[in-house]
Structures are given as C-alpha cells and as structure tokens.
C-alpha cells in the first residue's frame, strides 16, 4: 500500500517511520522540508507540497498541530484541495474540533474525493511502537480501506460514524487527561510542601484504585522537573480550549476542566508550551510560591 504523509511532528515522524518499518510506500511532506530528510534515508519519498502528495498518492494521512494548520495544508495554494478528486482519500488524524473536520470533510467531498478523521490516544512511545487508539469517523468504506494502515500504526480502531464524532469523542477524552494532569501535579506539589515524599506519593497511587500508565510514566520525571516532550503542553491547551467550546455548545457545565485549562494557559504564558503537558506542574508550583 503507497500512502502520503502530511506532518512530520513528534507524532507524524513516528507514525510514518512505522508504516515504512512495516513494508509500505510512503511519499511525505512536512511545511519545513528539511525535517523530510530522516524519513527519506529510512525510504521515504518527499513531495514540495500537499498538492504534490495528492497527486501521487490514492491515500494521504495528515498529523498536523491544530485547526489553523489542519486548514491551512487542505485550503492554502498548492494544498491538498488543488489536487484531490474521485479515487482519492484524505484522512486527517490531526487533534481538531468538529467544526474544522466538518469543513474539510465538506471541501474534500465536493471535489469527490473521500474524508475520515482519525485522531488517535497515545503519545510518542505509542506512536513509535504501533500502539496508539484511533477514534475514526466519516466514509466508511475509506476507513475499511485505511484498516491495513490503521493495524500498523494503532492497536485498536474505533468507528464513530459521521465526521465529528471522532473529534469530540478525542477532545472529551484530552480533557479528562488534562484535569487528570492538573489534579496529579496539585498532589505532588501539596505533598512536597506538606514535608512529604512525593516519590514516596507515587508509589501510594501506584499500589492503589488510581493507578495509571500516566501518573507511573509521567511521575518520576515531574519529580525531576523533567518535561522532555511527548505531548506538547500547547496542544493540551489547545484541547481543553476545544473542548470547553463543546461544553458551550451543549451547555455542560465543566468547571474542573475550566480551572484546569488556565492552570495549562498560565504554564504557557510562563514560556513552557513546547515542554511536555505534565510542566504544567510549574504553573502549580508558581501559584503557591
Ligand atoms: N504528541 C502527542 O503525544 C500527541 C499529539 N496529538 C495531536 O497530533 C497532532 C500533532 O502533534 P505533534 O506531532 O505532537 O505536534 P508537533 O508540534 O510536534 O508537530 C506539528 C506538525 O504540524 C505542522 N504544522 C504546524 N503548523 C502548520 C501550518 N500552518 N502549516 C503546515 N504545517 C504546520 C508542523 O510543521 P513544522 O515542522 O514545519 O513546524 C509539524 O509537522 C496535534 O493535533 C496533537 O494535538 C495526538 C495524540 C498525541
Ligand atoms: O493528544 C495526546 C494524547 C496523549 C496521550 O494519550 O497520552
């Protein structure tokens, strides 16, 4: 199977290293160039735009970092809209909102090309192991056609129907992860001001009804104030920002997540936004200094 591959990010590189690992043909593009390099000396071809990519390719993923990016690479010139027509498939597995997928899927379709959204839970190491859980939605015929693509990169695939669902179903669940994120780094915080190991905190949660891969992968190195990133804390942000808007739309009331947001805003203010989500501790910490 010959795929494009639009973004080449922590997550895009990962995630097309494995489909080229795993025997398929894969073409790239990445808005700077130069990060094309590593995947072409493991056999990837590269392309100098969207366009380019969707000319050669019948199937074309996207990992791009919002909805300005995801819109950017689908509408700009030389995009992905230049080039897509009848035969063709698009599948963004981008963190977006609804809205965004919505007008993607909208613009794909009438040039009679095919849309699904496939944004995935799981970070870097998922990503570079073929783990992560794919929550797609829209054709359903190209999403059966994807499924070779999806079994490398993914170990489980959901499909959620139309085109959205897949993008509120992954913002609800960043948003648990986010107020999960901000409840954890308050404990760590209180336990080290209260005169308590916070390592010794860890292997209390770990032995108990709260354990989880999060707080175990995440913990030991918050405890270092080590934030190498996985996850970008300015993605976060950026999703529990999009999640807030769905709570909006349908009037659900979320103040955990609100607090936890401008916990994720002030970490970013304070410069940490490249840093993985769980610096979002410092912001904890700068409160109570
Ligand atoms: N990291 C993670 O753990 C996870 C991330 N996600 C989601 O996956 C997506 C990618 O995340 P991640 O790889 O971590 O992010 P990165 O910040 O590492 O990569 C972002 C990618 O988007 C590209 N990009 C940004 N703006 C534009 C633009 N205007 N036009 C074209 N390309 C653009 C970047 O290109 P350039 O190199 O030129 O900057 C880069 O390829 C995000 O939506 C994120 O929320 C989902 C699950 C886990
Ligand atoms: O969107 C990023 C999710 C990160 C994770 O699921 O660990």
Same mark, same amino acid.
Not at 39 to 67: N, R
Not at 205 to 233: E, H, I, Q, R, V
């Given at each position: 199977m010959e795929v494009g591959f639009l973004g080449l990010g922590i997550m895009g590189k990962a995630m097309s290293l494995n489909l080229l690992k795993h025997g398929f043909k894969v073409t790239v593009w990445n808005r700077t160039l130069s990060k094309c390099d590593e995947l072409v000396e493991h056999g990837a071809s590269v392309c100098e735009s969207p366009a380019q990519v969707i000319k050669k390719c019948k199937y074309t993923i996207a990992m791009l970092s919002d909805p300005c990016a995801a819109l950017s690479v689908v +509408? #700009?010139?030389? *995009?992905? !809209? #230049?080039q897509i027509c009848d035969g063709k498939g698009y599948i963004d597995m981008s963190t977006v909102d609804a809205e965004t997928s919505l007008k993607i899927n909208e613009a794909i379709t009438g040039k009679g090309g095919r849309f699904v959204e496939g944004p995935v839970s799981g970070s870097k190491k998922p990503a570079e192991d073929g783990q992560l859980i794919i929550l797609a939605a829209g054709d359903k015929a190209l999403f059966e056609e994807s499924i070779p693509a999806f079994d490398v990169l993914g170990k489980k695939s959901f +499909? &959620?129907?139309?085109? *959205?669902n897949g993008a509120k179903m992954k913002l609800i669940v960043n948003m648990i992860m986010g107020s999960m994120m901000n409840a954890f780094s308050e404990g760590l915080v209180l336990a080290d001001k209260s005169g308590l190991s916070s390592d010794t905190l860890l292997d209390i949660l770990d032995l108990g009804?709260?354990?989880n891969p999060m707080f175990k992968g995440k913990g030991p190195s918050m405890n270092k104030s080590s934030y190498p990133p996985a996850f970008p804390l300015k993605h976060q942000q950026k999703d529990m920002r999009l999640a807030l808007a769905l709570g909006d739309e349908n009037a659900v009331s979320m103040p955990v997540a609100a607090a936890a947001n401008e916990a994720f805003k002030k970490a970013r203010s304070l410069g &940490? *936004? #490249? !840093? #993985? +989500?769980?610096?979002v501790i410092e912001a904890v910490k700068f409160s109570r200094e």
């Amino acid at each position: 199977m010959e795929v494009g591959f639009l973004g080449l990010g922590i997550m895009g590189k990962a995630m097309s290293l494995n489909l080229l690992k795993h025997g398929f043909k894969v073409t790239v593009w990445n808005r700077t160039l130069s990060k094309c390099d590593e995947l072409v000396e493991h056999g990837a071809s590269v392309c100098e735009s969207p366009a380019q990519v969707i000319k050669k390719c019948k199937y074309t993923i996207a990992m791009l970092s919002d909805p300005c990016a995801a819109l950017s690479v689908v +509408f #700009d010139k030389d *995009g992905v !809209l #230049d080039q897509i027509c009848d035969g063709k498939g698009y599948i963004d597995m981008s963190t977006v909102d609804a809205e965004t997928s919505l007008k993607i899927n909208e613009a794909i379709t009438g040039k009679g090309g095919r849309f699904v959204e496939g944004p995935v839970s799981g970070s870097k190491k998922p990503a570079e192991d073929g783990q992560l859980i794919i929550l797609a939605a829209g054709d359903k015929a190209l999403f059966e056609e994807s499924i070779p693509a999806f079994d490398v990169l993914g170990k489980k695939s959901f +499909f &959620l129907g139309q085109v *959205g669902n897949g993008a509120k179903m992954k913002l609800i669940v960043n948003m648990i992860m986010g107020s999960m994120m901000n409840a954890f780094s308050e404990g760590l915080v209180l336990a080290d001001k209260s005169g308590l190991s916070s390592d010794t905190l860890l292997d209390i949660l770990d032995l108990g009804a709260m354990t989880n891969p999060m707080f175990k992968g995440k913990g030991p190195s918050m405890n270092k104030s080590s934030y190498p990133p996985a996850f970008p804390l300015k993605h976060q942000q950026k999703d529990m920002r999009l999640a807030l808007a769905l709570g909006d739309e349908n009037a659900v009331s979320m103040p955990v997540a609100a607090a936890a947001n401008e916990a994720f805003k002030k970490a970013r203010s304070l410069g &940490l *936004g #490249d !840093l #993985d +989500f769980s610096a979002v501790i410092e912001a904890v910490k700068f409160s109570r200094e």
